[in-house]
């Protein structure tokens, strides 16, 4: 069966200004990571979510003030690559903002692990469905850097939808 990328991501229709995006990356490199641990073993990723809106640049709300109103938490998630198949634990979707441009790409896989889709974010945002499985193709030692929107009670279809009708995929 054929893979539906939308069953796995949307590509969201907004992005941050040149101004915003380079106050965001100054912010981002003064904050602490931590490695993502999950039954003793680190699955490749550094995240950051114990920080609070205001601290934000304010310009990162107000172009994505609907996902803000609607999500539980964000966090800045950075990796090399290299992160293996899986589905995220506790997190449902997520909107994934890239801070830089990198050659590496998400893969998500089918039921049945032997097809996957690439997802390359080339700058562009993404709403994420995150209880897909998918990996992170090694990019040597060149950092993704993210930052997430992140949802754990709602789906990723009720994001999909919310986000529908505040015209974010159009
Ligand atoms: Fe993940």
Redesign the pocket.
Known sequence: MKLVPSDFYMKINRRLSDDVMTELVAFESTVDYKKFIWNDMWDGNYYCNDLTNDQLPSGVIETFSEVFDICENFCFLKNTGNVIK?H?VARRASVTIPLNVTDSYTQFWDWDETKYIKLRHNGEVYLQN?KQR?SVKDNGDEFRLFLQLNFFENDYAWVKQQLDEYKYFQ
Request: glycine share 0%.
């Open positions: 899986h995220d995150n998918h």
